[in-house]
């Protein structure tokens, strides 16, 4: 599992209108040691993800009043930094590719038996997530030195 320093953790959003399948997943997420948030009402997604500083989401592409790839681009316009896997039931070539070409870092299919493949991907998406708080951080102590070059040569 990868070790997260920002206040993220090991957070992840799952948001799917199928419930058996969003409390089957949240089971088999939480054993493997995520903090799961679970939600059937896509809507309430976005809000989420602001107000509770959650670095990675789990979504469901076809559900009612808001589309999984549609609420993609909005996480994605929001913060490119939110890192999306897609769960679908839609097996279809075009539906990977939309989901990759909208900033999604995977796409896995319903029903899930072996829910290994998903846990792999969460963990390298926590890398990924992990090597934007350095770049993040390396930029602040880059421009406060900076700072500090600039104010001791005035």
Same mark, same amino acid.
């Given at each position: 599992m990868?070790?997260? &320093?920002?206040d &993220? %953790?090991?957070?992840?959003?799952?948001v799917?209108?199928?419930? !058996? /399948?969003? #409390?089957?997943a949240h089971h @088999?997420l939480?054993k493997?040691?995520? =903090?799961?948030?679970? $939600?059937? @009402?896509? =809507?309430?997604?976005?809000?989420h993800?602001?107000n509770?500083?959650c670095? !990675?989401?789990?979504?469901?592409i076809?559900?009612?009043? *808001?589309?999984? $790839?549609?609420? $993609?681009?909005?996480? #994605?316009?929001?913060?490119?930094g939110?890192q !999306?896997i897609?769960?679908?039931?839609? *097996? &279809?070539q075009?539906?990977?590719?939309?989901s990759? @070409?909208?900033?999604a870092?995977?796409?896995f /299919? %319903?029903?899930?038996?072996d /829910?290994?493949p998903? $846990?792999e991907?969460?963990?390298?998406? /926590?890398v %990924? !997530? =992990? +090597?934007?708080? +350095?770049?993040?951080?390396?930029?602040?102590? +880059? +421009?406060?030195?900076e700072?500090?070059?600039?104010g001791?040569?005035?």
């Open positions: 990868a070790t997260i &320093s920002s &993220s %953790k090991n957070q992840v959003l799952h799917d209108d199928d419930d !058996v /399948f969003l #409390k089957l @088999r939480s493997a040691g995520y =903090e799961v948030t679970s $939600l059937n @009402r896509p =809507e309430l997604a976005l809000k993800l602001l509770n500083n670095r !990675v989401c789990i979504l469901d076809d559900m009612p009043r *808001v589309n999984g $790839l549609d609420l $993609l681009s909005e996480i #994605k316009a929001y913060d490119g939110i !999306v897609m769960m679908t039931g839609l *097996v &279809s075009m539906t990977v590719l939309e990759l @070409r909208g900033g870092e995977a796409c /299919f %319903k029903p899930m038996p /829910f290994t998903l $846990l991907s969460l963990d390298a998406t /926590f %990924k !997530v =992990e +090597r934007w708080w +350095r770049c993040l951080h390396d930029l602040k102590n +880059r +421009r406060a030195g700072l500090n070059v600039a001791a040569t005035q």
